[in-house]
């Protein structure tokens, strides 16, 4: 049926579906929820940790969220080696830009580029797609501050408020309902937590289990 | 050998650029354009080796459109700046390209700007600066003359005064262009000068009473 279709990322299948990509999505929706809410005067990205026990080492690396550039962040949903590699890139290309023009890059070219990337990989090279989406925050002085999130099948989009990973209908329905475009940082962290607390699987909700950035 | 100059104004830049091409001891042209536009609000003036010049600033102002035609947004003057410095820099270590250049332009946050470059790669924000043999005649006529906040008149006295020095005392001269470059847009300014006439010192053209 489909399985003939989905061995090789480069190939469309008969209904037109590239099923590699989908996979990964599904592998996405298995990974920790993070969610990202833009707020008037700043931006908040919430996640909820899956590798948590009394043996790991605090401090040294972090699971969800990363800092690309001084005004750009990102949070992420899946394969967290996948998302290291891509990470590193972004950080590539921000500072590559800031080399060439002295100027921080604008959130926008970072993520297009990023995407351009994972679209890559679901044309040629015969290698899998990333099984990463990510979430990213940032401020420039073009548009001020804005709210991206990418997919592994390289499309992006702006968002005023959204997540991504475990249950994120239900996350993007409580922010339907409860997002006013005239929301406060503050507001927004406790809406944040708010949406955490309602998709996380067990009922305790701790400082432990979360990741949390704003800027 | 060829001129270039540029100051700021109050919220604007003049440029002023001979105009002449020519090859050993024979001037080929008088209407050679040296000036080049980046955007609506950007200018690369450019003297060196006549096909690096052509070369290299058609090369950035096809980058720099590129760069808004992906972006909806041009580059700023001094992304521009630092872009076509890196570009110099990298290029002298395998071909270089002989083009000493003034990127003039006016952001509306930062107000006009004069970005002096070197075909080495060397790079200065400046107020007022000057390419070629004309600097050592025409610093000096500046450091002297020039003021923040100059109005357009002003800025063409100005302009009038430094030709006319090169006219008296530089060896070659020529015709010369002058653009300017505001917010606006740019456009270009005819400079009608006179034959050069040379300013009488008192004492050596007119007798002056010797005061006992």
Redesign the interface.
């Known amino acids: 049926m489909a399985r003939r279709y989905d061995s090789r990322t480069t190939i469309f299948s008969p209904e037109g579906r590239l099923y590699q990509v989908e996979y990964a999505m599904e592998a996405i929706s298995h990974a920790g929820t993070s969610c990202g809410i833009l707020a008037v005067d700043g931006i908040v990205l919430a996640a909820e940790k899956k590798t948590i026990s009394k043996l790991l080492e605090p401090g040294t690396s972090s699971e969800k969220m990363y800092k690309v550039d001084n005004h750009i962040a990102c949070a992420v949903a899946g394969i967290t080696a996948d998302a290291n590699i891509l990470v590193n890139n972004a950080r590539l290309q921000a500072q590559r830009y800031l080399y060439a023009y002295q100027e921080p890059i604008p959130v926008e070219q970072l993520v297009q580029q990023l995407c351009d990337l994972k679209q890559g990989y679901t044309q040629y090279g015969g290698l899998r797609p990333f099984g990463v989406s990510f979430l990213y925050a940032g401020w420039d002085d073009k548009y001020g501050y804005q709210l991206y999130q990418s997919d592994p099948s390289g499309n992006y989009g702006g968002w005023k408020a959204t997540a991504i990973g475990a249950n994120n209908q239900a996350a993007q329905s409580i922010l339907r309902a409860d997002y006013k475009p005239e929301i406060s940082l503050k507001e927004a962290m406790n809406l944040a937590i708010k949406i955490l607390s309602k998709t996380m699987d067990s009922t305790t909700l701790n400082s432990g289990k979360l990741e949390f950035a704003y800027l | 050998m060829e001129a270039l100059l540029a100051f700021n104004l109050r919220d604007s830049v003049l440029v002023l650029v001979d105009s002449t091409a020519g090859r050993s001891i024979v001037k080929m042209k008088e209407d050679e354009e040296k000036v080049y536009r980046i955007d609506n609000n950007k200018l690369l003036a450019a003297v060196g080796e006549s096909g690096d010049r052509v070369q290299f600033c058609e090369y950035i102002v096809r980058n720099a459109q590129l760069y808004t035609l992906r ?1 909806n ?1 041009p ?2 003057t ?2 521009c700046a ?2 076509i410095r ?1 570009e110099l820099a990298e290029s002298i270590r395998r071909s270089p390209y002989n083009v000493n250049l003034i990127l003039a332009g006016v952001d509306k946050e930062v107000g006009p700007s004069i970005y002096y470059m070197d075909y080495l790669g060397s790079m200065q924000k400046m107020n007022f600066a000057v390419h070629g043999y004309a600097a050592h005649f025409l610093l000096s006529l500046l450091d002297r003359h020039y003021k923040a906040d100059l109005s357009l008149d002003q800025g063409v006295e100005l302009l009038r005064r430094c030709v006319n020095e090169l006219k008296t005392r530089f060896l070659i001269g020529g015709k010369f262009k002058v653009k300017h470059v505001t917010l606006d847009g740019t456009i270009e300014i005819p400079l009608d000068m006179p034959e050069a006439e040379p300013t009488p010192i008192p004492g050596y053209h007119t007798p002056v009473p010797i005061k006992a």
């Open positions: 972006n947004y580059l700023s001094k992304a630092h872009y890196g």
